[in-house]
């Protein structure tokens, strides 16, 4: 069975502009949560998405966006691109059933990206 | 919100020898409580996880304890290998989002 896919691994961009990164999940998994991982800062949760709404947020700016399309697959949008958002951005996916004590998720290799 | 914190940030061990790694957590509400190893360069790869109404889990040579009273949580690796050297996180959540420790570095010597 297929892990979690991150498209691209690497990107490099300039202040200002924006980004998309795109996650294809587990097949059978319909929620996709997004973190940011940086030296500083450790692993933080962006949001998640279910079922294409998205169900938890976490203390992102607004300039942090994401979507989920009907195949379950997910993109988040950084825009408005600063230096310290630098860092590995990361996808897990779940079944995402409500009402199941703790469900795995299970992470992608990350995209990588490069502000400058 | 939650917040986890993990102790040690590094911890080097020689092979053979087990590792020990503690996490203590600040919402009572959380219930699931899973650990990750991270490689370089990769993502982070679930090794083990405990829910709120089990007190031990056990999966070859990791083992994870769980104290709800104290709200603190261990990870036990026994008999280490050079492949155990990795960073491992422990994280809590109580719905789809994942709290995470900063994380503990762990070398094993050969």
């Known amino acids: 069975k297929a892990g979690v896919t991150q498209t691209p691994r690497y990107l490099i961009k300039t202040r200002g502009q924006q980004v998309t990164l795109s996650c294809s999940p587990i097949?059978?998994?319909?929620?996709v949560s997004w973190y940011q991982q940086t030296p500083g800062q450790g692993l933080q949760f962006l949001f998640e998405?279910?079922?294409?709404?998205?169900?938890n947020k976490g203390n992102f700016p607004g300039r942090f966006s994401g979507r989920q399309f009907s195949n379950s697959r997910s993109e988040m949008n950084v825009s408005t691109l600063e230096l310290g958002d630098s860092a590995l951005y990361l996808c897990a996916s779940s079944f995402g059933d409500e009402g199941v004590l703790g469900e795995t998720q299970y992470f992608g290799p990350g995209t990588r990206l490069l502000v400058l | 919100g939650e917040n986890v914190e993990q102790h040690p940030s590094t911890l080097s061990v020689q092979e053979g020898d087990s590792a020990v790694i503690k996490c203590t957590y600040s919402d009572s509400a959380s219930n699931y409580f899973p650990w990750y190893k991270q490689e370089l360069g990769k993502g982070p790869q679930l090794i083990i996880d405990?829910?709120?109404?089990?007190g031990e889990k056990k999966d070859q040579r990791i083992a994870v304890t769980l104290n709800k009273t104290a709200k603190h949580f261990s990870l036990h690796i026994t008999e280490t290998q050079p492949e155990d050297s990795a960073v491992y996180f422990c994280a809590a959540s109580n719905d789809y989002k994942l709290s995470f420790g900063a994380g503990t570095t762990v070398t094993v010597r050969a």
């Open positions: 998405y279910f079922s294409e709404t998205q169900r």
């Open positions: 405990i829910r709120s109404n089990v």
């Open positions: 097949s059978g998994h319909r929620s």
